[in-house]
């Protein structure tokens, strides 16, 4: 790859990482639990991606992203109050900067009316943030004196030994400003003494520019421990002109503010002007972004120890490392077939091997693994944008980002959350005026939460609204002849009736959620991942989603039967336990179906072979073995098979991605000795003992 | 080469001029003291502050010998990058006889 298309990548990389530390740092500063250190780190993330975009030349982004950096800068230094205007305002600035940098790595466009607004918006606060305003601040242009910075720098031996340059640190502060340097040269060496990676110079910079003393400090940041630094205002008698008036000479006179960009087009080797009194034009910086980047790579690495890996090469490791634990199998099988004591050097390491491969296969699911923040993360937008659109406050909180799952649900779990969400602020949350009817703050709360379970990762999306207005879900229920109108459910059972394809309680169908498509797709959508969503509602008190999944898609743990022949996985997370039936405890229903008597209770019994048109005839229970299975909302069933094989970890195939899908099979995978054995649908398999429509299960009607 | 003439050696400078470039330029400099020199930046992309202290004490040193220093042909990068750390290029030479 192009080297500078390389450069561009990280840096758009970076940029991802940036904003997303911002996006972290306003939630916390929004709930109030920020610390001075989160304000700069907000501050920080915004100065990176604007230095970055300089460096490219993303003008507009550089543009907007200054303005950004001021207002937060006035935060920092505590000339703008972050009341909850404000707040609401750095928190669409962020949304537009994301836009602003997306845009800018896919040469897409974003809208620009949205971005002039928040400049404009922006001008307003640091207004109303400031003592009023003195007229020469409306006339920018003319003559204000401006306030001016000395600053004396001072670089020690380790400063260039970390590769950082005078020059780079200079052209940084450049940007904030015209500078006029002088250099000291009095403790400079006699020639032969000089050691040639010595520091002996000291520069006196003289730099007018509007800033506050920490933007200064900023250009310094990463030096700071290696030379002696120090700022002085040179002309402290204008108190007024601190931070803000650079926004509002922006108002009247955006053009003005930042003509630069422009200069650079126009002529771009014209060499800048001493007199000139606007930042000097990008070109210089331009020379050398490699040397830049590699100053940030340089200290990006010092602080963590982290390494970016191509996706595509974890993957194959994967895969790979599937194949070996395919093939450790395969080799035990052998080992067994050739019957190989136990107790013989062979068997023994063999165990040992199978250790370590089990080992292997873990830490590589753990380099795949990712905290499920990056997906949390894209949801305060969401909340923000929804909430303005359906004209209601909400506000979202986040527990266990730090959750770890295997990247391959990650990718999938985006979609349903974002429905469950946009669900919950739709339909959940009441508006202002009802909530404060209600008792309740007008500001709604959704709170999504992340955490394992017994090897599963379950997702609860929670809203504090009106909860389930059952009466309706029924009468709608009836009305589109879902269930009989005598038909008597629990309130459990009519809460899973939204679950139910083409269902939607709102009144008037809103273009945010209730599109016909509701949760009937998010189920779907997460039956495909394996996983189960239920709901729990309190009328009056809000409800509650909770979506169980697997923590990996590549990778499950079974137990291996058998029926008629062909040999089965039966996920073990949906196994309950398993029994010998007795011919006395079981009793015919209906025809068809078999219950047995469990503990005082009776389940229904699947013949798994008879299930999958293995075998017409159903199996005798006193000569097989059953499995009491748990699928999806906690339906029970028992399965027979003809014997149990044992516990074992199998890699998944995806046979829809090779063959094609298969009812009552989840997916297949390559046994030891080398066959195809089929993993099964549990939930599919489940759902055939449940044929009455009266039943409001779900699953009934979505197997017509 | 033994210059009986009074016309300077002539040090090229290497384009770049960073901090690793900074040792082997003192040497030369140390090498060529004592004589007329003419240092040519016609090809230098980037300088570091490390290099400009040894190009800093090399004029010092050359003046205390009485010996002109001269620069030729700087390249545009060299000047600018001269401007940025404050320096005229005429801080970098040294003329026996008062211009």
């Not at chain 1, 499920?372 to 305060?380: D, G, K, L, Y």
Request: glycine letters at 6%.
């Amino acid at each position: 790859m192009d080297p500078m298309a390389a450069i561009r990548e990280t840096f758009f990389q970076e940029c991802e990482e940036q904003l997303a530390e911002l996006e972290a740092g306003l939630i916390l500063m929004e709930s109030g639990a920020a610390e001075a250190e989160t304000v700069n780190a907000v501050f920080r993330a915004v100065h990176s991606i604007k230095g970055g975009a300089g460096i490219f030349a993303l003008d507009a982004l550089v543009r907007f992203a200054h303005v950004f950096e001021t207002a937060l800068d006035q935060v920092r230094s505590g000339t703008l109050a972050t009341g909850p205007g404000v707040m609401n305002l750095l928190l669409r600035a962020a949304d537009v900067l994301a836009d602003l940098v997306r845009a800018a790595r896919d040469n897409g466009a974003v809208d620009e009316t949205r971005t002039a607004a928040l400049v404009v918006e922006f001008t307003q606060i640091s207004n109303l943030g400031h003592e009023p305003p003195p007229p020469p601040k409306s006339q920018p242009a003319a003559a204000a004196p401006v306030p001016a910075w000395q600053i004396s720098f001072t670089p020690t031996p380790p400063l260039y030994a970390k590769a950082n340059e005078t020059a780079l640190l200079l052209r940084e502060l450049r940007r904030l400003g015209p500078i006029e340097v002088t250099v000291d040269t009095t403790n400079l060496p006699e020639l032969s003494e000089m050691d040639p990676e010595g520091a002996y110079l000291t520069w006196n910079i003289t730099l007018e520019a509007d800033c506050a003393e920490q933007a200064i400090r900023n250009v310094f940041e990463f030096v700071e421990d290696d030379c002696h630094l120090e700022i002085t205002a040179a002309t402290p008698a204008e108190p007024s002109l601190k931070p803000g008036d650079v926004i509002t000479g922006d108002n009247g006179f955006s053009f003005e503010f930042f003509p630069p960009p422009v200069f650079d087009e126009e002529e771009p080797l014209a060499p800048p002007e001493p007199e000139h009194h606007e930042p000097p034009p990008a070109p210089v910086a331009k020379q050398s972004p490699v040397e830049v980047m590699a100053a940030k790579a340089e200290s990006a690495a010092a602080v963590s120890a982290t390494i970016r890996v191509d996706l595509d090469r974890v993957d194959r490791m994967i895969d790979l490392v599937g194949e070996l634990v395919i093939n450790e199998a395969m080799l035990s099988q052998r080992v067994l077939e050739a019957g190989i004591a136990r107790a013989s050097g062979v068997a023994m390491a063999l165990e040992e091997l199978e250790h370590l491969t089990r080992e292997i296969q873990d830490s590589v699911m753990a380099i795949r693994a990712q905290p499920v923040r990056s997906v949390f993360q894209r949801m305060p937008r969401l909340v923000r944008e929804v909430a303005a659109q359906t004209g209601k406050q909400a506000r979202l909180v986040t527990e266990g980002e730090g959750t770890e799952v295997d990247k391959t649900v990650i990718e999938r779990i985006a979609d349903p959350l974002t429905h469950m969400i946009r669900n919950a602020i739709d339909h959940g949350l009441e508006s202002p005026e009802k909530r404060l009817a209600a008792g309740k703050p007008a500001e709604g709360l959704v709170r999504l939460t992340a955490l394992h379970r017994s090897g599963r990762i379950v997702l609860e999306v929670s809203d504090d609204g009106a909860g389930i207005n059952r009466a309706r879900v029924k009468e709608k229920a009836i009305e589109n002849g879902l269930i009989s109108p005598d038909a008597a459910l629990t309130d459990d059972e009519i809460d899973n009736l939204i679950f139910l394809p083409g269902f939607s309680t709102a009144s008037t169908v809103s273009d945010i959620s209730g599109r016909g498509v509701g949760m009937d797709v998010v189920r779907q959508s997460v039956a495909a991942l394996g996983g189960r969503i239920s709901i729990s509602s309190r009328p009056g008190h809000g409800s509650t989603f909770t979506l169980s999944l697997p923590l990996t898609l590549a990778v499950l743990d079974g137990m291996v039967i058998s029926a008629r022949g062909h040999t089965l996985i039966i996920p073990l997370g949906a196994i309950v336990e398993t029994l010998k039936p007795k011919a006395a405890d079981v009793f015919p229903l209906d025809g068809e179906i078999n219950v047995i008597r469990l503990r005082g209770g009776y389940v229904p019994m699947v013949d798994v072979a008879a299930s999958l048109g293995y075998s017409d005839e159903f199996v005798e229970p006193d000569q097989s073995v059953a499995l009491l299975v748990e699928g999806e909302g906690g339906v029970r069933a028992v399965l027979l098979a003809d014997a149990i094989h044992g516990q074992r970890q199998v890699v998944i195939k995806s046979l829809e991605a090779n063959y094609r899908a298969v009812p009552g099979i989840a997916a297949a995978t390559v046994m030891g000795d080398g066959r195809v054995a089929l993993i099964l649908d549990v939930d599919a398999v489940v759902k055939t003992t449940r044929s009455e429509l009266s039943r409001p299960e779900p699953s009934v009607l979505e197997a017509h | 080469m033994e210059h009986i003439h009074p016309g300077a050696d002539t040090l090229a400078l290497p384009p770049i001029l960073d901090l690793t470039a900074a040792a082997a330029l003192l040497e030369n400099l140390l090498t060529l003291r004592g004589r007329p020199l003419s240092l040519n930046a016609g090809d230098v992309q980037r300088l570091g502050a490390q290099c400009l202290q040894v190009l800093l004490a090399a004029r010092a040193a050359w003046a205390a010998d009485e010996q002109d220093l001269s620069l030729a042909d700087c390249s545009e990068d060299f000047l600018t990058t001269l401007n940025l750390f404050g320096v005229a290029p005429k801080t970098l030479t040294y003329c026996k006889e008062l211009p």
